[in-house]
């Protein structure tokens, strides 16, 4: 069953010091910690991919050294980014047993001092749905090494990260930071959320709760899936940036890896069965 997680301060406080909380069908969310955990630097490689019409895709794998390998995290970025959005943040991917493959998408500019090089070979600035074509090709590019796939999006990728895991079942579960209508059409992104069979952990600022909990009801009540609420989120994935959101960032990190490993428990359930 679905469960709305609303975290005022008053909230934050009890999950400092009223024990650790269980969501429903989750794993538990671990206590907050005074100080961030230090996770082992990983240096990114660079993987070209292609699209149909020869376009480079960039992708910057951070790989694991834990073995076996449990899955791969496709990240996508917001609005005026780049794969650097996650540079800070995919070692502690690694560091839960996964691969991290960060994406240049074709909508997106040159912040945090990196230049977008996907966004770079196109004159003009790419329509926000145009990205979904390198999303795909990034998930193409994984699909064939038979691995659990999450995707985490941000902001309009976020959006798009819904409809890659709807037409996809290669996806078995999605984390979306601030998503919304972007695209014109209305009701395009709650439309895809309606048909989603995945789980779904999504995150909104209190200011975009009237954007986000529209798609998120119409998720159902799909098990696992979740919506944060809170002060200590703020827009898109750089909610799990210590540096953007030095205050929320541990909050942000404590429901993502409650969620992935949540579904690594139900994984490991459906295999005792079979």
Same mark, same amino acid.
């Given at each position: 069953?679905?469960?709305?997680?609303?975290?005022?301060?008053?909230?934050?406080?009890?999950?400092?010091?009223?024990?650790?909380?269980?969501?429903?069908?989750?794993?538990?969310?671990?206590?907050?910690?005074?100080? /961030?955990? !230090? %996770? &082992?630097?990983?240096? #990114?490689?660079?993987?070209? =991919?292609? *699209?149909?019409?020869?376009?480079?895709?960039?992708?910057?794998?951070?790989?694991?050294?834990?073995?076996?390998?449990?899955?791969?995290?496709?990240?996508?970025?917001?609005?005026?980014?780049?794969?650097?959005?996650?540079?800070?943040?995919?070692?502690?991917?690694?560091?839960?047993?996964?691969?991290?493959?960060?994406?240049?998408?074709?909508?997106?500019?040159?912040?945090?001092?990196?230049?977008?090089?996907? /966004?770079? !070979? %196109? &004159?003009?600035?790419? #329509?926000?749905?145009?990205? =979904?074509? *390198?999303?795909?090709?990034?998930?193409?590019?994984?699909?064939?090494?038979?691995?659990?796939?999450?995707?985490?999006?941000?902001?309009?990728?976020?959006?798009?990260?819904?409809?890659?895991?709807?037409?996809?079942?290669?996806?078995?579960?999605?984390?979306?930071?601030?998503?919304?209508?972007?695209?014109?059409?209305?009701?395009?992104?709650?439309?895809?959320?309606?048909?989603?069979?995945?789980?779904?952990?999504?995150?909104?600022? &209190?200011?975009?709760?009237?954007?986000?909990?529209?798609?998120?009801?119409?998720?159902?009540?799909?098990?696992?899936?979740?919506?944060?609420?809170?002060?200590?989120?703020?827009?898109?994935?750089?909610?799990?940036?210590?540096?953007?959101?030095?205050?929320?960032?541990?909050?942000?990190?404590?429901?993502?890896?409650?969620?992935?490993?949540?579904?690594?428990?139900?994984?490991?359930?459906?295999?005792?069965?079979?």
């Amino acid at each position: 069953m679905s469960a709305r997680v609303w975290i005022p301060l008053v909230a934050i406080l009890c999950l400092v010091g009223c024990g650790t909380p269980v969501e429903s069908g989750n794993a538990p969310v671990a206590p907050a910690q005074s100080v /961030a955990p !230090q %996770f &082992p630097d990983v240096k #990114p490689t660079e993987v070209l =991919l292609h *699209d149909d019409q020869g376009t480079s895709v960039y992708t910057y794998r951070f790989a694991t050294t834990s073995k076996p390998k449990k899955g791969i995290i496709l990240l996508f970025h917001q609005n005026g980014s780049n794969a650097a959005e996650f540079r800070p943040t995919a070692p502690r991917l690694c560091a839960l047993g996964y691969d991290a493959v960060a994406v240049d998408l074709r909508r997106g500019g040159d912040m945090w001092g990196s230049t977008n090089q996907t /966004a770079a !070979q %196109f &004159p003009e600035e790419q #329509p926000y749905g145009n990205a =979904l074509k *390198d999303m795909r090709v990034a998930l193409d590019g994984v699909e064939k090494e038979n691995l659990p796939i999450f995707a985490i999006g941000s902001s309009f990728s976020a959006s798009l990260v819904i409809r890659l895991a709807q037409t996809n079942s290669k996806v078995i579960g999605i984390v979306v930071f601030s998503p919304g209508e972007y695209f014109g059409q209305t009701g395009w992104v709650t439309s895809d959320a309606e048909h989603l069979k995945v789980p779904v952990l999504m995150f909104a600022t &209190p200011k975009e709760e009237t954007r986000v909990e529209p798609i998120f009801r119409a998720l159902g009540h799909k098990r696992q899936s979740r919506l944060v609420i809170a002060d200590e989120v703020i827009h898109g994935a750089s909610s799990l940036r210590t540096d953007k959101n030095p205050n929320g960032a541990e909050t942000c990190w404590r429901h993502v890896e409650a969620f992935i490993k949540g579904l690594e428990v139900l994984k490991n359930q459906g295999s005792k069965k079979k």
